[in-house]
């Protein structure tokens, strides 16, 4: 089934229709589709009361299902109807192929904040610029505070929404200036990262798909494929070194309340090590580093991690003498670089893991 062409057809008959994304099989989301591309569909929403609830742009790929008829979908349309809602069919209109460039560049121009959805997370903010790769979001809480720049891979965003109920709240309690778009920004997160190189502003990077849990440091060393982050944990100290391809980098925060409390908490550390890095491959730099030094590493895979000391390299494996988290050697491990998401050097866990399996072996310690 071409669903571009089923929603051609459901657009121009003017039909109520619920659509159903994976994740989302049980209610859905009723409205009208207001244009359609090949990629894309831009609905104006109605709630269960029949009122207008805004405008969103949704990706066809996440679409499982949809249904145009049916007694719940035939009693919001009578609702929306008898509030005389149909006149405004039309006032919603992007002059955009890409749908979703065409809501940013709207709710720019109308000065109109944004829901952007990134799978289970939602964001809200004032769209501050926006290119092919990210868009970038001044966010706003229920309440109408500033919860600072946010900026989002645009492949991760599955739908973006604008002109609600509760958006329109939160812009009405936003008490400042709105914040200004200057263009299109930086075309890519390494355009934007490469400016703090070295510097001391702290970042909130969330990767490797999940959204819960992230990565809080400086940007010590970037290039186009690679990010080396001085990681900062909870209670503000420094946490050791991470390696990670930008490829798996979503969502990075510059500003949020969370950081500026990490930032108040930030201990210097006088133990802590410096990372010298001078070639291009991050990863061969960080594992040239780790044996230059003598330091075990901890090698990231999924939900997987592997503690040890590296006994040699190539470009396609790393020859690992393991311990476990209680510090038993698990033997030597040849795991192939191609399925490693992050390197890490120096951190707490992996002091500690390293110290307890010096005690048991006798192995050089750290």
Same mark, same amino acid.
């Given at each position: 089934?071409?669903?571009?062409? %089923?929603?051609?057809?459901?657009? +121009?008959?003017? #039909?109520?229709?619920?659509?159903?994304?994976?994740?989302?099989?049980?209610?859905?989301?009723?409205?009208?589709?207001?244009?359609?591309?090949?990629?894309?569909?831009?609905?104006?929403?109605?709630?269960?009361?029949?009122?207008?609830?805004?405008?969103?742009?949704?990706?066809? +790929?996440?679409?499982?299902?949809?249904?145009?008829?049916?007694?719940?979908?035939?009693?919001?349309?009578?609702?929306?109807?008898?509030?005389?809602?149909?006149?405004?069919?039309?006032?919603?209109?992007?002059?955009? +192929?890409?749908?979703?460039?065409?809501?940013?560049?709207?709710?720019?121009?109308?000065?109109?904040?944004?829901?952007?959805?990134? +799978? /289970?997370?939602?964001?809200?903010?004032?769209?501050?610029?926006?290119? *092919?790769?990210?868009?970038? !979001?001044? /966010?706003?809480?229920?309440?109408?505070?500033? %919860?600072?720049?946010? $900026?989002?891979? @645009?492949?991760?965003?599955?739908?973006?929404?604008?002109?609600?109920?509760?958006?329109?709240?939160?812009?009405?309690?936003?008490?400042? %200036?709105?914040? #200004?778009?200057?263009?299109?920004? /930086?075309?890519?997160?390494?355009?934007?990262?490469? =400016?703090?190189? &070295?510097? !001391?502003?702290?970042?909130?990077?969330?990767?490797?798909?999940? $959204?819960?849990?992230?990565?809080?440091?400086?940007?010590?060393?970037?290039? #186009?494929? /690679?990010?080396?982050?001085?990681?900062?944990?909870?209670?503000?100290?420094? *946490?050791?070194?991470?390696?990670?391809?930008?490829?798996?980098?979503?969502?990075?925060?510059?500003?949020?309340?969370?950081?500026? #409390?990490?930032?108040?908490?930030?201990?210097?550390?006088?133990?802590?090590? =410096? !990372?010298?890095?001078?070639?291009?491959?991050?990863?061969?730099?960080?594992? @040239?580093?780790?044996?230059?030094?003598?330091?075990?590493?901890?090698?990231?895979?999924?939900?997987?991690?592997?503690? &040890?000391?590296?006994?040699?390299?190539?470009?396609?494996?790393?020859?690992?003498?393991?311990? *476990?988290? !209680? &510090?038993?050697?698990? &033997?030597?491990?040849?795991?192939? @670089?191609?399925?490693? *998401?992050?390197?890490?050097?120096?951190?707490?866990?992996?002091?500690?893991?390293?110290?307890?399996?010096?005690?048991?072996?006798?192995?050089?310690?750290?």
């Amino acid at each position: 089934m071409d669903l571009h062409k %089923e929603m051609l057809k459901v657009m +121009e008959q003017k #039909k109520f229709l619920t659509i159903y994304e994976n994740g989302n099989l049980e209610e859905g989301y009723t409205g009208l589709v207001l244009q359609t591309s090949d990629n894309e569909i831009l609905m104006k929403n109605i709630d269960f009361y029949g009122n207008e609830d805004g405008y969103c742009v949704r990706r066809i +790929e996440n679409i499982v299902c949809y249904n145009t008829g049916g007694m719940d979908i035939y009693r919001k349309r009578q609702l929306w109807e008898e509030k005389k809602h149909s006149h405004v069919m039309e006032n919603f209109f992007v002059e955009e +192929e890409n749908l979703m460039t065409g809501m940013l560049a709207y709710a720019i121009k109308n000065r109109e904040p944004v829901f952007a959805f990134c +799978e /289970e997370c939602v964001y809200a903010g004032w769209v501050c610029g926006y290119s *092919d790769e990210i868009v970038i !979001l001044n /966010e706003l809480t229920p309440y109408g505070e500033d %919860e600072g720049e946010l $900026w989002l891979k @645009r492949e991760y965003i599955d739908a973006l929404e604008t002109g609600s109920p509760d958006l329109q709240i939160r812009k009405k309690f936003w008490e400042k %200036e709105v914040p #200004k778009c200057d263009g299109r920004p /930086e075309k890519s997160f390494y355009r934007k990262l490469k =400016k703090y190189k &070295g510097s !001391l502003q702290l970042f909130e990077i969330y990767a490797d798909s999940d $959204w819960e849990n992230c990565y809080v440091g400086t940007i010590e060393y970037v290039t #186009k494929k /690679e990010l080396a982050i001085k990681h900062i944990d909870s209670e503000g100290h420094y *946490d050791g070194y991470v390696v990670l391809t930008l490829e798996a980098v979503m969502c990075i925060c510059q500003k949020s309340r969370y950081l500026s #409390k990490i930032q108040k908490n930030n201990k210097c550390d006088t133990t802590q090590i =410096k !990372l010298e890095m001078d070639g291009e491959n991050l990863s061969d730099e960080v594992l @040239r580093f780790a044996q230059r030094k003598s330091l075990p590493v901890f090698l990231e895979i999924g939900t997987q991690g592997y503690y &040890g000391d590296i006994e040699q390299w190539t470009e396609e494996w790393i020859q690992l003498r393991a311990v *476990d988290l !209680l &510090g038993n050697g698990k &033997g030597t491990f040849w795991i192939l @670089r191609e399925w490693i *998401d992050r390197i890490w050097v120096d951190n707490q866990i992996l002091r500690e893991v390293w110290q307890m399996a010096c005690d048991k072996h006798d192995l050089v310690r750290i």
